[in-house]
């Protein structure tokens, strides 16, 4: 079992900055790709961005490179989203995921934290 708790959202100014945690509970914390996925008012949750385990691979969708950065420490049990320059569209409630498995779709995550609300304002 694995719990997972956002934390770090809030309101921004296009062009600024946040980032989110996700801190996972259990010991066996770095056997999980962790995974950022993001639900906008009247559209589907889509994938942003995952990490793997132990080497530390990373993924993102389009349009988010560059600009968003994952990361983890695993000492620490957590997962990180950095996001720079941020745009109106980011704006979504934005979720922490887990699973042993590398994948882009929320369907095959296990383990769901219960999200943090990014507004970004224009």
């Known amino acids: 079992q694995v719990r997972l708790v956002e934390s770090g959202g809030g309101l921004v100014q296009e062009g600024g900055s946040l980032r989110l945690s996700c801190a996972a509970s259990?010991?066996?914390?770095?056997?999980?790709?962790m995974g950022w996925f993001r639900q906008a008012p009247g559209k589907e949750r889509e994938f942003v961005a995952a990490?793997?385990?132990?080497?530390?691979?990373?993924y993102y969708t389009d349009s988010v490179k560059g600009r968003f950065t994952i990361s983890r420490d695993n000492a620490k049990n957590t997962v990180y989203l950095q996001m720079n320059s941020l745009k109106s569209e980011d704006t979504a409630v934005y979720y922490c995921?887990?699973?042993?498995?590398?994948?882009?779709?929320?369907?095959?995550?296990?383990?769901w934290g219960q999200g943090t609300q990014v507004t970004v304002s224009s």
């Open positions: 990490i793997s385990g132990t080497r530390g691979n990373t």
């Open positions: 259990g010991r066996t914390f770095n056997w999980y790709y």
């Open positions: 995921a887990a699973d042993q498995r590398r994948s882009y779709v929320s369907t095959d995550y296990g383990y």
